[in-house]
């Protein structure tokens, strides 16, 4: 082996990574104990970041551009290193790629039910489930507070603790939120705002950003569910006679599909119903016209009583009978009672007239 060789196969001079997989956050370009050559080239494509790491240090972070590792360029190492202008030695230091570009259609859920308490139903359980984005924004406090020293960091890694984040922050903001449990669907996109602004706080701790966040279903335990359908069945029945007459009917098509069935029973049960059914619409059966209800009693008025600029009521007509018997009302008293277009004397009022008209007997031994 040549010398050039040699030094080929020792200083690495190119320094780039191109990533085929979907879910790969970060990975370290290996060098296997050879040494970086000064003024190496860098490439960091779009939608990376280079980090540098030197001796367990942080040093540069490199964005996407061409460089080449210099002491201009590599203001923190050179610090690190204690590095002079005369620096052209090789290094060593690791290097991590960090990709930044959105990884989407994550998955979140509720692995239990949520309880909450709805204005309507009382105490429900709710489940929920989604899905969101996330973006490594920071790429040096990304690298330092959860990726540590792993060569190969997926998406796998952190989604686990996120979605508890999700699912943790969910279930305080749907509590708090005071929106009913069936008005929740309308309100998923605020809901999903107003989730994502609350965990955006957390994750920027960790050098991460959630672009978005959505939330595809909210649902309530089966039991729950179809105690709704059968609320809205009855809702869509509306008039009880019509539903019956409609179940007969449905009766009567099933049973005549299956003439057999049953020893001639289902046709026996068919002629049963339809003529159940036929006595209805005629009114002549059991089934047929009830009594009507009596009509509803009728509102008595009451009556106001002006006296000295104030007013006095309201009093029914019972007691302003007493009053007129008693001379506390005299037929120059003004009246009113809703409906009147102002103020008239008692004896202007025909109902009230007539209590000034009707005296009592003589007493007796007169």
Known sequence: MGILDFLKGEFIDV?????????TLVWRFEREGHEIKYGAKLTVR??????FVH???????????????ETNNMPILTTLQHWDHGFKSPFK????????????????????PIMLRDPEFGPVRLRA??????????????????????????????????????????SSAIAGSGIPVLDMAANTQDLGKLLSAKI???????????????????????SVEAALDKRTSMGIAGDLGAYTQYSAAEA??????NPNGGGGMGAGLGMGMGMAMANQMAGQGPWGAQASPPPPPPVEKVW???????????????????????????????????????????????????????????????
């Open 252 to 257: 009567m098509t099933e049973a005549a599909k």
């Open 55 to 69: 001796e367990g240090q942080l040093a540069d972070v490199f964005t996407p551009g061409l460089y080449m590792l």
């Open 93 to 112: 230091s690791e290097i991590y790629y960090v990709n930044t570009t959105r990884f989407q259609d994550l998955k979140w859920g509720t692995k239990n």
């Open 200 to 222: 955006s706080p957390e994750l920027a701790e960790y050098g991460i950003e959630m672009p978005s966040l959505y939330i595809e279903n909210i649902s309530l335990p089966p």
């Open 129 to 170: 489930f989604g899905t969101y984005t996330i973006r490594v924004k920071d790429p040096g406090k990304f690298l330092v507070e959860i990726v540590g020293t792993d060569g190969e960091f997926t998406t796998d890694e952190i989604s686990y603790q996120i979605r508890n984040i999700i699912v943790s922050r969910f």
């Open 304 to 366: 106001h009583i002006a006296e000295n600029g104030q007013t006095k009521g309201p009093y029914s007509r019972a007691e302003l009978g007493k009053m007129a018997a008693s001379g506390e009302m005299t037929r120059e008293t003004h009246v009113w009672t809703a409906g009147m277009d102002g103020w008239h004397t008692a004896d202007e009022i025909d109902e009230l007239a007539q209590l000034f008209t009707v005296l009592p007997p003589p007493p007796p031994g007169a």
């Open 46 to 51: 779009e939608g990376q970041a280079a980090v």
């Open 15 to 23: 320094i780039h990574w191109t990533d085929n997989t979907r879910d």
